[in-house]
């Protein structure tokens, strides 16, 4: 099996939030139809319009929506129901072959499928530096920035995903995708970002902490963070 992320663009005319319940009506039935697997959309909507301030945008326009799932291979010989319906669904969609690492898994506030995820998802494109090496990049990511990420944040979900390469011609070039779950306070609050309620010193190391492991690795000029809505149709939650 294999994981694919696929960003989407709403077409010309159709509001963020139409274009977000078109997708959540037709398009996860749709990919399962067509064989993909533990289906999970991304989707900027109006509950999470809060947290807008912590937008990170590179590409203009920004992406509208983020699909993930699973093919049995995304060869692009096997590949062609699929990326045709992301094209019908979308304006223009981009895809990358990623390799999945679970560093959180949500078992706090637990996904049911088809509905909405409580508290809030951030999704993040993000670029390696350029005077880095991947592997180098790679290693502070895994080896120090991951044990950043868990200690100084609220997140119940954490997942990483490292690209392996595009599987569309102009998909930007970003190296990695990933999701953070955090509740919903942590939109407007940064001590719940931070968890650091009521606790000064600990939210400016813990912020000091996190500024300077991603700037240790990410090129901030080629980056997307998008704040989202996390509906999952996983079959894992499915049968829950």
């Known amino acids: 099996m294999e994981k694919v992320i696929a960003a989407l663009w709403a077409p010309a005319g159709e509001s963020r939030a139409d274009f977000g319940g078109r997708l959540l009506q037709s398009l ?3 990919l399962a139809g067509a064989g993909a697997s533990g289906i999970r959309l991304n989707l900027r909507d109006a509950v999470v319009a809060d947290a807008d301030a912590l ?11 983020v699909v993930q799932f699973w093919l049995p291979s995304a060869n692009a010989r096997f590949r062609g129901e699929i990326d045709a319906l992301l094209g019908r669904a979308s304006a223009r969609f981009a895809a990358w072959l990623v390799c999945e690492s679970t560093i959180i898994a949500n078992t706090a506030h637990p996904a ?6 409580p508290g809030w998802s951030q999704a993040s494109f993000i670029s390696f530096r350029a005077d880095m090496t991947r592997a180098a990049a790679v290693a502070h990511w895994h080896g120090h920035h991951t044990r950043v990420a868990i ?4 997140n119940f979900e954490y997942v990483q995903n490292l690209i392996v390469h595009p599987l569309t011609d102009d998909a930007p070039a970003y190296d990695a995708f990933v ?3 955090f509740p919903l306070e942590a939109m407007v609050d940064p001590a719940v970002f931070f968890d650091a309620i009521g606790n000064p010193a600990k939210f400016e190391a813990n912020l000091a902490a ?4 991603c700037a240790g690795f990410i090129d901030f000029s080629r980056i997307d ?8 149709f996983s079959p894992a939650t499915q049968s829950a």
């Open 225 to 232: 963070v998008l704040p989202t809505s996390q509906f999952d």
């Open 112 to 117: 049911q499928a088809g509905q909405r995820t």
């Open 179 to 181: 999701e953070e779950c």
């Open 210 to 213: 996190m500024n300077d492991s």
């Open 55 to 65: 937008v990170q945008q590179w590409q203009a326009p920004q992406q509208d929506a």
């Open 151 to 154: 200690e100084t944040q609220t």
């Open 28 to 30: 996860p039935a749709a």
